[in-house]
Nanobody, 119 residues
Framework: QVQLVESGGGLVQAGGSLRLSCTVS????????MGWYRQAAGKQRESIAS???????DYSEFVKGRFTISRDNAKKTTYLQMSSLKPDDTAVYYC?????????????WGQGTLVTVSA
């Protein structure tokens, strides 16, 4: 079993910064793809950022230039550095792990951490 635990959420003023962390318990492979998603109240869950092997990253246009995703394989941890936060960023943020073994996909999700940005 693989478990993901997020931390770092909280309440911040618009323009502030937060750093979210996601630590993997159980098996972890360097070729796993790690990502961050968020879900605002009444909205669908959306992909925010991902980082694959070698540090290859992908970002949503809504956060590009403000958020930075990174990973530390030795610590089995993925980070999301968020800057210039806006009230629209308020959501529950989830960590995601994606793994492909012999063509079959496996995914794990964290419990989520709440980020609230006040005006």
């Amino acid at each position: 079993q693989v478990q993901l635990v997020e931390s770092g959420g909280g309440l911040v003023q618009a323009g502030g910064s937060l750093r979210l962390s996601c630590t993997v318990s159980g098996s972890f492979a360097v070729d796993d793809v790690m990502g961050w998603y968020r879900q605002a109240a009444g909205k669908q869950r959306e992909s925010i950022a991902s980082v694959g092997p070698g540090g290859i990253t992908d970002y949503s246009e809504f956060v590009k230039g403000r958020f930075t995703i990174s990973r530390d394989n030795a610590k089995k941890t993925t980070y999301l550095q968020m800057s210039s936060l806006k009230p629209d960023d308020t959501a529950v943020y989830y960590c995601n792990l994606q793994r492909t073994i012999f063509g079959k996909k496996y995914a794990a999700w964290g419990q989520g951490t709440l980020v609230t940005v006040s005006a």
